[in-house]
């Protein structure tokens, strides 16, 4: 018998009432014990075993002094959460993994948002360096040789026209090289962009072509 707290009845008489008592009294056993150290002849503590979170759709408001912690549906998935006084919902956990201390993190590999209180996520930290990391270098003489460099290798194609060709191309076009002419007036430029294929020009204080020593960098992702 399921607890049942209108047995027994007042009408019920006392021998009648001992068996629905004592059914009440194993049904009380049976809630107090799940999940909690009590049980017939056990030391009945009281304690924890588990804790056991009916899973809500939504935990419902907070109230001063009221917050609730409870297993909320977030992506389809019972998530704890905790609501706040001011009825705010704070994730603390995630596909099986505790968030991080501010409870929230951002996966943004640009870095976008320029928040000062989310944590960001280990992949986009890694494309944010990435990104932003030298993928190659080179000194160059004005012959085209490569004195010394990382992920490139150069030749003289004309008068001042260099080409840089990279070991390992790059995603895209879209990525940016800083070349610099080793002179005291002139100046050095990149063109032709393409995955793995640059061209360096350099040009005296007149804007005309000649050839020159330079240093570059290259950014992007490869």
């Known amino acids: 018998m399921a607890f049942d707290k209108d047995k027994p009845a007042a009408t019920t008489s006392l021998r009648a009432s001992n ?17 909690h150290e009590f049980s017939t002849g056990g030391s ?11 899973e809500a759709a939504n935990l419902g408001t907070g109230a001063t002094g009221l917050p609730i ?5 977030t992506g389809g998935k019972a998530e704890l959460t905790f609501t706040d006084e001011d009825d705010n919902d704070i994730q603390i956990t995630s ?6 201390a501010s409870l929230d ?32 270098w080179g000194n160059v003489g004005s012959n085209g040789v490569l004195d010394d460099g990382f992920n490139v290798s150069t030749a003289k194609a004309s008068t001042g026209t260099y080409t840089i ?18 002179a005291t007036a002139g100046s050095a430029h990149a063109s032709n962009f393409s995955q793995g294929v640059c061209t360096i020009s350099t040009r005296d204080s007149a804007g005309s072509l000649v050839d020159s020593a330079f240093t570059f960098i290259a950014i992007g992702n490869q």
């Not at 194993?26 to 999940?35: M, R």
């Not at 596909?95 to 991080?100: P, R």
Request: net charge negative; glycine share 4%; no cysteine.
């Open 19 to 35: 068996p629905e008592m004592l059914a009440n009294n194993s049904a009380l056993e049976t809630a107090l014990g799940a999940n």
């Open 44 to 54: 009945n503590t009281g304690n924890h075993e588990s804790i056991v979170l009916i």
């Open 69 to 73: 912690l409870g297993a909320q549906t």
């Open 95 to 100: 596909a099986g993994n505790i968030l991080s």
């Open 105 to 136: 993190s951002k996966d943004e590999d640009d870095m976008s948002s320029d928040s000062a209180t989310h944590t960001a996520t280990q992949q986009s930290i890694k494309a944010y360096v990435d990104v932003l990391a030298v993928k190659a």
């Open 165 to 182: 060709t990279f070991d390992v191309n790059f995603t895209s076009t879209d990525y940016a090289i800083t070349p610099s002419r080793i």
